[in-house]
């Protein structure tokens, strides 16, 4: 089983920044991570993805703002959020594409962190 640990999510005001990771285990080959977001009422949507091989996409609504980046040899997702608005306020999950040790593949998530954004 793959897990994931998200960390780096807090209260910071509009114009800030704040840096996530997400630290995965259980795992000998991870192909795309992402990291989406679920605001209350709202669907969990993509913030950015990021393959293997280090293409990116971002939402229309971060780009320019964020920057996903990931250290394969530690198997840990980053998110780098600058210029934070209100609306970027939601739970943050990192999902993964990725193999088991046992050579199973599947989709994981994390279990969110919490990003609030107010002055």
């Known amino acids: 089983q793959v897990q994931l640990v998200e960390s780096g999510g807090g209260l910071v005001q509009p114009g800030g920044s704040l840096r996530l990771a997400c630290a995965a285990s259980?795992?000998?080959?991870?192909?795309?991570m992402g990291w989406y977001r679920q605001a209350p009422g709202k669907e969990r949507e993509l913030v950015a993805a990021i393959t293997s091989g280090g293409s990116t996409n971002y939402a229309d609504s971060v780009k320019g703002r964020f920057t996903i980046s990931r250290d394969n040899a530690k198997n840990t997702l980053y998110l780098q959020m600058n210029s934070l608005k209100p609306e970027d306020a939601a739970v943050y999950y990192c999902n993964a594409d990725a193999w088991t040790v046992g050579s199973k593949r599947g989709d994981y998530w994390g279990q969110g962190t919490l990003v609030a954004v107010s002055s």
């Open positions: 259980g795992t000998s080959r991870i192909l795309v």
